[in-house]
């Protein structure tokens, strides 16, 4: 029986991408769409936060939980603006408005002489606390 005997191929050694540096942006992909004739094809789409009909381009890509890569709702210019908080007014018109201090009204104790259980009365009685002015008087 006879072989043939084939010398052994040097498999192709693809080429290496240049390593960008540090700090250099990554190429975009291109984001154009084509349709069947092989024209390119303008897509938009309407931005949920200000209702406006944009460019595909003006859209960012979104990972979701299950792994699929869809569109950002909103264009780049309402997100942008959304994280942003909002101007304080001026500065001064703060600080002369004060908010008044709420006094805490300590409680008014009373000493109440010892009654016999007998003596007492039915019905609980609420006792009035006495006015500022009003010195207090000790019980004999």
Not at 27 to 41: I, Q
Not at 61 to 72: E, S
Request: aromatic share 2%; charged share 25%; glycine share 4%.
């Amino acid at each position: 029986m006879l072989y043939k005997v084939t010398p052994m191929m040097v498999p192709a050694v693809p080429e290496k991408k240049e390593a960008r540096e540090p700090g250099q942006p990554r190429k975009r992909r291109k984001s154009s769409v084509y349709d069947a004739d092989g024209h390119e094809v303008l897509i938009s789409l309407m931005c949920l936060k200000c209702k406006t009909l944009k460019p595909l381009a003006q859209f960012g890509l979104r990972k979701m939980a299950d792994g699929a890569i869809r569109n950002q709702p909103w264009c780049r210019g309402c997100r942008s603006g959304a994280g942003t908080k909002k101007p304080k007014k001026d500065e001064s018109q703060a600080a002369t408005v004060q908010v008044p201090a709420v006094a805490a009204a300590e409680p008014v104790l009373q000493v109440v002489a010892a009654v016999p259980l007998d003596a007492a009365p039915v019905a609980p009685t609420l006792v009035d606390a006495p006015a500022a002015d009003a010195t207090p008087t000790t019980l004999v």
